[in-house]
C-alpha cells in the first residue's frame, strides 16, 4: 500500500472499488498549473501566513502528494514533460543555449508529440486551454494545433517583452504596471488585446474556465488552466490588494486559491464533481532570486532552475470526491505521469509507438498499490545532472538557482536519502558507495536511451522572413 495515513485506509479499502476504467461515464480531468510556486507557498504545505483554505480543504478531502515532480525545473520543458509524458530532452524542448522560448523564438513542441488533449480525443473528449502556454507563440505551435479546441491565454512568460528596461522586476511588481511588458492575449489564435492588463488575469483565467466547465458538463472534457502567476511581475484584482498579511505574494497566492474555489464551486454546480479528477501543482520551484516576491521551497533546498530538491519538488493537490483514497501520499509521482493516469482513467492505452517517460498512477490514487513511480531524473537544459531512485538522490553536478554560474561536478557524487533529509544537507556517499554505483549505472543506461533531436529552443526568428 501507498504510504498513506492510517485513519484514511478504511476510506481507502471502500473507495477502491468505486471505480473502474469501464465506467460508463468516463470522467473528466482538470489540471491547475501555477507558474513559480514553490514548495511551501501554500498553508497546507506549510507556510504560516499565506492562507489558501480552498486548497486546503481540498487536500483535506482528497490527497495531498507531498514527493510529486515537475518535469524540469523551469517552464517551457516543464510544461512539454507535462502535456507529452515525455522528458523533454526527447522532444528537443530542452536546450544548453536557451533554457526557454522567448518572443523571437521560432521553434516549440513539435507537431510528432501526442499530448494529453490529442490521446484523450481517440475517446471522446472534448478539450480547452486557458492561461500561460510557452510552448511555441507562432501559430503552428499554438494550442488549437496540439489537440485543444479552445484557447484563452498569454502565449509565453508574463514577463515577457519587457519595455521598461530601467526599473527593476521588484518595482515594477510592487507598481503592478502591466504596461511595461508587451504581451498578448489570445482567444484560439486571435491577439484580442496588447498588452494584455495582467491586474485582471487570475480573474480572467477563472471566468473562462468556469464557462468551459459549464459549457461542456455533458460529456468527458479535459480542462488545463495554466496561470501566468505567482511567476514575476506581481499582479492581483483589486478586491485582493492588502488582502493577505504575506504581502503581494501573499495576495496573488490568494486569489489563485479563490480560483480553485470557484473551479470547484462550478463543478459541484454543474453535478459533475464526484466524476471529475482535479490536479493542481506547478510548473517548477519558486524564483528565490526575487527574495520575498519570488516564493518560498519551504524546508527543501534551492528553487527554481536548480536540480536541488526546491527546484522540482512541487506543491500538489488531487481531489476526485468519493473516488480517491484521501489522506498524504508520499510516494512519487510527476507531471510526467498525467498522460499516462488520464488515457487509463479514460479506458484506454497509452502511445506506444514512442519512449513514455511516465506511469499510470491509479494504484496510488485508489490505495490498491503503491506509486509505480520509482526513479526521477533531473535535468539541467539538456544535460542530466541528478537522479532519484527510492529514497536515494545522486547529484553528479550541482548548479545552485536560475543565474548566470558554472556548474560543480561532483566526483564522487553527492548522495542524499530524502525521506531522513529532504532538505538535501548531509551528504553520505562514503557511507553508501554501492547505492552511487547503482545510481551511476542507472544515469549511463538512461543517458542511451535519447536519441538526438532538434533543438526547438535554440531556433530563433530572422528579421526580415
Known sequence: MPRILPIFLLCAAVTCITFSASADEKPNFIVIFCDDLGYGDLSSFGHPTIRTPHLDRLAAEGQKWTSFY????????SRAG?????LPIRSGMASDVRRVLFPDSAGGLPASEITIPEALKEFGYATACVGKWHLGHLPEFLPTRHGFDSYFGIPYSNDMNRLDRETSQLVLAEQENFAAYDVPLLRDEEEIERPADQRSITRRYTEESVKKINELKGGPFFLYLAHS??????FRAPEFKDRSVAGIYGDVIEEIDWSVGEIAAALKEADIEKRTLVVFTSDNGPWLIFDTHGGTAGLLREGKGSTWEGGQRVPTVMSWPGKLAPGIVSEMGSTLDLLQTF???AGGSAPEDRTLDGHDLSPALFGTGPSPRETMFFYQGAQLYAVRKG???AH???YTSYVKQKPAPQDPPLLYHLDHDPSERFNITTKHSEIVAELKSLAEAHRKSIEPVEDQLA???VEGQ
Request: with cysteine; net charge positive.
Open 459 to 461: 531556433k530563433r526568428i
Open 70 to 77: 515537475a518535469a524540469d525545473n523551469v517552464c517551457t520543458p
Open 391 to 393: 529514497p536515494y538522490k
Open 343 to 345: 488515457v487509463s482513467l
Open 229 to 234: 502567476l505567482p511567476h514575476i511581475p506581481l
Open 396 to 398: 553528479f553536478t550541482t
Open 82 to 86: 507535462l502535456l507529452t509524458g515525455r
